[in-house]
């Protein structure tokens, strides 16, 4: 069975840090697919980063280029969001995605086979 575990959101001022985990079990890291969509409050979901295990290409949403970063812990089965430069248009329910498929450049739209509980982020102004 896939499980996968996210922690580290919480309550951050404008302009801060937060670093996201997610810890998978049961799940292969060969030629993968896995990274973080968020929900913000009355909104759809969006994707936000995505990460092929098979090469290492890197995916983000316009909205955070340059702001979060996506790398993993192939040791430890983790993959993490580091989250700089918050913005309280961030404020989301966070979920770590997996698929046993890489990433293609429409990772956005695809649907994914598993899903974390979610984590809440929430960044005041």
């Known amino acids: 069975e896939v499980q996968l575990v996210e922690s580290g959101g919480g309550l951050v001022q404008a302009g801060g840090s937060l670093r996201l985990s997610c810890a998978a079990s049961g799940f292969s890291f060969d030629d993968s697919a896995i990274g973080w969509f968020r929900q913000a409050p009355g909104k759809g979901r969006e994707g936000v980063s995505c990460l092929d295990t098979g090469d290492s290409s890197t995916y983000y949403a316009d909205s955070v280029k340059g702001r979060f970063t996506i790398s993993i812990d192939n040791a430890k089965n983790t993959v993490y969001l580091q989250m700089n430069s918050l913005k309280p248009e961030d404020t989301a329910i966070y979920y770590c995605?997996?698929?046993?498929?890489?990433?293609?450049?429409?990772?956005?739209?695809?649907?994914?086979?598993?899903w974390g509980q979610g984590t809440q982020v929430t960044v005041s102004s």
């Open positions: 995605v997996a698929d046993q498929v890489p990433p293609s450049p429409f990772w956005y739209r695809v649907p994914y086979d598993y």
